[in-house]
Structure formats: C-alpha cells, structure tokens
C-alpha cells in the first residue's frame, strides 16, 4: 500500500483498465484523496463491487460528478451507507436514473436532506415503492413539489401515515389527480385540515366514497382547533 500512495497521479491515470481492476481493495483504500480524483472514468467504470466499496468517504467526496457517473449500478448498489452519506449534493443530482434505481432502502434512508434537494424530476420518477417507503419523514418534506409530481401512483399509494403527515400543503395541493385517486383511506385521514382545504376542486373529484367518509364538520373543527387554535377539545355527552 505505501507504494500505491508513492505513485503520483499521472502515473497512476496511466494504469489500464485491466491493472485498476486488479488492485487489492487494501490499495484502493489506501489512494488518497488527489490519486482517488485523478483516476479515469474508464479505469472508475472497470472497478470490482468490492473495490467500489472499498473506497475511503474522504475519496468518495472527492470523486468528480464525472467520476460518480462512471460507476456502474451494481457498484453503487455495493456502496456504504457511509459512502452514500459522503455523496455530495452535485454527485447526486448528477446519478443517471439506473443508479438511482440501483440504491437500496438501506443507501435511500440516509441520503441527506440537502442531497434529497438536489434530486431531479427523473430521479424520482426512477424510484421503486420500496424506495419511497424507505424514505424517511425528514427527506419527504424537504421534496420539490415537482419531485412528487413525477412519482406513479403505486409509489404515492406507497408513502405511509407518517410520510403523508410530513408533506406540505404545497406538496398535497400539487399531486394530479391520478395520485390523489390513488391515496388509501389511512392516507386521507393522516391529512390535516389545511391539506384538506387545500384541495382543488378536481382532486376533491376524484375521491371515492371511503375517502369522503372520513370527512365531517365535526372533524374538520376539531382539527382546525388542535392545528391552528392549539386547543385541546372535549366531546358533548
């Protein structure tokens, strides 16, 4: 390894494909940061799964958007939890969508807010159910209103009580109508009053008979009461 780290960073670009892939993870591990920088996307491309997993963070935030790109998806399925969190906000808005499609839940629930921001419209488009079930509250209510938009109904379907709860109204009063026909009754009653108000008349359309259900004066009081009033309210008897 220490003759790995003697190599200056032209020498080390000189290396095939064939000689990149033949390097121990140990020597991957041990490249520092301006080595980790310097390697070709071709000689990135040519990296095992455990060489890819071997890469130290501080050389994972190092690596060009160009570089992350390289990375072929079952190399990115292979990261760490720890590499994922080292990802830098300009390497994630620059994966392709078979890389995010590649993630797992366990890589999806520790992408960091400000890198969730950094996602595009076919990002989320490329996520799988499970993927947006992994997402936690945190991730879901920092999403673009476009980011929502661009999600099938199966992965709206998907999202959880807890998630639902986290959305904005700017994220509710956003969603098409697809994806509001496509809420369960447990989704509609996690929302709150505002998202409700919030709905416009063609969302409001589109919900079935076990939606509208749930929906009363009685409910909508006491909601606006706990949720804008702060008050706690007692039932007549």
């Known amino acids: 390894t220490a003759q790995v780290q003697s190599l200056e960073t032209a020498d080390l670009r000189a290396i095939t494909t064939a000689g990149a892939q033949a390097l121990t ?8 940061t301006a080595q980790a920088a310097s390697l070709t996307t071709a000689q990135v491309a040519a990296l095992t799964t ?30 760490t939890t720890d590499q994922i969190v080292a990802l830098t906000s300009a390497q994630v808005a620059g994966l392709n969508t078979a890389q995010v499609a ?36 945190s991730q879901v209510a920092v999403l673009e209103t476009s980011d929502l938009r661009a999600m ?9 009580t807890e998630q639902v709860v986290a959305l904005a109204t ?3 009063s956003s969603l098409s109508t697809a994806q509001v026909a496509a809420f369960t009754t447990e989704q509609v009653t996690a929302l709150n009053t505002r998202d409700i108000v919030a709905l416009t008349s063609a969302q409001a359309a589109v919900l079935n008979t076990a939606h509208v259900a749930w929906f009363s004066s009685d409910r909508t009081i006491r909601d606006y009461a706990n949720e804008e009033w702060k008050i706690d309210t007692t039932p007549i008897r």
């Open 50 to 79: 455990e060489q890819a997993a071997a890469i130290e963070t501080t050389d994972i935030k190092a690596m060009t958007t160009a570089q992350v790109l390289a990375l072929n998806t079952a190399n990115v399925a292979a990261l």
């Open 170 to 172: 700017s994220h509710v």
């Open 25 to 32: 993870t140990e020597q991957v591990a041990a490249l520092n």
């Open 102 to 137: 590649a993630l797992n839940t366990a890589q999806v629930a520790v992408i960091e807010t400000t890198d969730i921001r950094a996602i595009t419209t076919a990002h989320a488009a490329a996520l799988n159910t499970a993927q947006v079930a992994a997402l936690n509250t």
């Open 152 to 160: 099938n109904t199966a992965n709206i379907a998907a999202l959880n």
